[in-house]
């Protein structure tokens, strides 16, 4: 079997932006998807998927303003952070979450700098136009 570098496989797979993970096993089935068999390592493909965030302050920016402006309004929350409204741009939004659906952890960067790994919880969307009114993040903890 050819040996694979991690330069090669990121090139043969073609997709953007991905952390290559090695894990030292023996034997594995080379038809599950997302893994590479190549002798005694698996290569385990996980996207990277950033999307960027501003706190948003509720009193003076209402949701439909923001909507027609192109931003997405979200709440983040999860056990240990009270809930906090942020204000996401839709297009990047959008284009994430066709990508990683609702069981991916996204990585959120805020604008003062920190990062914050969190699910999609749920996802508001306009009944007529069928677009994304709102978004709940819970924040994962390992």
């Known amino acids: 079997m050819p040996r694979y ?3 090669n496989l990121a090139k043969w797979v073609r997709m953007p ?3 290559i993970c090695r894990f030292a096993l023996l034997f594995v089935d080379s038809h599950r998807a997302g893994l590479l068999f190549s002798a005694p390592f698996v290569y385990c493909f996980a996207m ?3 999307l960027h965030y501003e706190r948003r302050d509720v009193a ?10 192109g931003k997405l309004p979200a709440v983040l929350y999860g056990r240990k952070q009270k809930a906090t409204p942020i204000v996401l741009s839709f297009a990047e939004f959008d284009k994430v979450w066709r990508k ?3 069981s991916a952890v996204l990585t959120l960067k805020g604008s003062a700098g920190g990062e914050i790994e969190a699910l999609i919880h ?7 136009k ?4 709102h ?3 819970t924040v994962y903890q390992a």
Request: proline content about 6%; cysteine-free.
């Open 5 to 7: 570098t991690d330069a």
């Open 17 to 19: 932006r991905m952390k």
């Open 48 to 50: 990277v998927l950033t």
């Open 60 to 69: 003076r920016q209402k949701p439909n303003a923001l909507r027609r402006a």
């Open 100 to 102: 990683a659906g609702e």
């Open 122 to 128: 749920e996802i508001d969307r306009d009944p007529v």
């Open 130 to 133: 069928d677009t994304v009114r």
């Open 135 to 137: 978004a709940d993040f």
